[in-house]
């Protein structure tokens, strides 16, 4: 069976990169196929029994069907929730591309069908003085899903994202528009213009709804697109 491997972007944090992340993965398992999310970088985690643990990094791992340890989803837990250049450097670590995807390939050494690899942020949040989360998805080569918050500003945001995901060569392989803050002014013609401008298909479109589960958003995921 194919192997997937995919890498999840944002066109800005807080956009839902995890919680569309998660219904990918849902969706997945829909398939019978095996799945893992990872979270290699987080930035805002709080103590569990003693150890720093980040949410949205368990999260992944409660939607994945292939339980790895907590390291190797999410090597780098960092306390604070700032960029993660910065946290790091409060925490006296050095981030850097090839090791960070050095763990990405060790995790992914476990045998999976689909495997999800979520970035932080936005698609150039420093690692250090050189230095790009992109970096990370350039030394991986998987192709990329772009998470776009429908909202005011959303139209730019995600047309000079996947121009920088393209001019980094790596294949914009389709996009998800997932209503994170509620539902913008104008969303169909918002919508509209994305699909006709984005040169990728749209993977779903998954509306505003402040207590629906992940599980329950697969369903506005065309999972075939991503693994026909």
């Not at 949205?56 to 791992?61: E, G, I, K, S």
């Not at 670590?93 to 936005?122: Q, S």
């Not at 772009?146 to 000079?160: F, N, R």
Request: aromatic residues 6%.
């Amino acid at each position: 069976m194919k192997k997937h491997r995919y890498f999840i972007a944002g066109t800005n944090t807080d956009v839902g990169k995890t919680y569309v992340a998660e219904a990918i993965l849902w969706a997945a398992q829909s398939q019978a196929l095996s799945t893992v999310g990872l979270k290699p970088i987080a930035a805002g985690s709080e103590l569990h029994d003693g150890k720093l643990r980040n949410e949205d990094a368990l999260n992944l791992m409660r939607a994945s069907t292939v339980q790895l340890p907590y390291q190797l989803v999410n090597p780098v837990c960092l306390e604070a929730a700032i960029a993660p250049h910065i946290a790091a450097n409060d925490e006296g670590k050095r981030l850097n591309a090839v090791g960070i995807t050095g763990k990405i390939r060790g995790a992914l050494m476990t045998p999976v069908d689909f495997a999800l690899v979520e970035g932080a942020g936005g698609w150039r949040v420093p690692l250090n003085d050189r230095e790009y989360v992109s970096d990370i998805a350039r030394e991986l080569g998987f192709g990329v899903i772009l998470v776009i918050d429908m909202t005011l500003g959303c139209l730019s945001h995600a047309m000079l994202t996947v121009e920088a995901i393209r001019r980094d060569g790596l294949p914009f392989v389709g996009w998800v528009a997932n209503s994170a803050t509620g539902q913008m002014p104008r969303f169909e013609e918002n919508l509209a213009t994305l699909k006709q401008r984005l040169p990728a298909p749209c993977l779903g479109v998954v509306p505003f709804q402040a207590e629906q589960s992940a599980k329950a958003a697969a369903s506005y995921i065309a999972i075939q697109t991503l693994v026909g």
